[in-house]
């Protein structure tokens, strides 16, 4: 048995960005992105892109990586990532969403970490530090608050902490879910819980059921690819930072 299993949920169809993980982002599908992100980490003993399309699992393989064909009618990247947990055993399984292109050690790292310190711990999140009233406000992002010892009060759409001060912090979920394995499929036996079908917030359902959720904050770059315009941010994104290069 392996210590951390990491996958990568990569389901073709997508309402928002149909060929989601296809789309090329700088001349990259951002499949092999998230994949190449994902590789570099340390902690990481295999990794698994999880894909209900032949082509997206085609395209991993000439990489060089490992791709996984899974049933097309699950529902969602956990309910895939359990799917192949349940054929790969291992300590812990990380839950690494297929589209954030600049998915990295720094942010993985961290999480897995966590889970070793932490015995109590079932899940470990990261969390980014809100910068804008305009993300914060935003339904798509998923608000956050924990206590003192980053252990998850509640997730939200809504903007929490509610407060018209601009000094208050907020943080915002970042799409990756390092979980102990036990755990993962305790869950995904559950069925789907009040406050979860309220916010349609996975997280919600541990939190009724007393888990244990631990938050750690991240301050490296994240660009969730969802919709035309983010792909756009990540093009004006790589070519600042391109520029920044050049200058140096």
Not at 91 to 112: A, K, M, W, Y
Not at 125 to 139: C, G, L, Q
Not at 228 to 247: I, K, Q, T, W
Request: charged share 30%; with cysteine.
């Amino acid at each position: 048995m392996i210590e951390t299993l990491a996958v990568i949920p990569a389901r073709h169809g997508s309402t928002r960005l149909p060929g989601k993980p296809l789309v090329k982002l700088h001349g990259k599908e951002l499949a092999l992105r998230v994949w190449e992100g994902a590789r570099r980490s340390a902690l990481v003993d295999r990794l698994i892109v999880a894909t209900d399309h032949e082509p997206i699992a085609r395209l991993v393989e000439r990489a060089g990586g490992e791709a996984m064909m899974t049933p097309e009618n699950l529902a969602t990247g956990n309910d895939r990532v359990a799917w192949v947990a349940e054929r790969v055993p291992s300590r812990f399984v990380v839950n690494v969403q297929g589209d954030n292109p600049l998915v990295s050690p720094e942010i993985l790292d961290p999480l897995i970490a966590a889970l070793r310190e932490d015995p109590e711990v079932t899940l470990v999140v990261p969390a980014k530090r809100i910068d804008t009233r305009e993300e914060s406000e935003r339904n798509s992002v998923v608000k956050m608050v924990f206590d003192e010892k980053g252990r998850a009060l509640y997730f939200s759409r809504s903007v929490i902490p509610f407060s018209n001060d601009p000094a208050v912090v907020r943080f915002k979920h970042v799409g990756i879910y390092a979980w102990r394995r036990d755990a993962l499929f305790e869950f995904a036996s559950w069925p789907r819980s009040p406050l979860e079908m309220a916010e349609s917030l996975e997280m919600l359902r541990l939190l009724e059921k007393g888990r244990i959720i631990r938050c750690v904050q991240t301050d490296a770059e994240t660009i969730e690819i969802d919709t035309p315009d983010d792909v756009l941010l990540f093009e004006d994104f790589f070519s600042r930072c391109a520029a920044d290069s050049s200058a140096t």
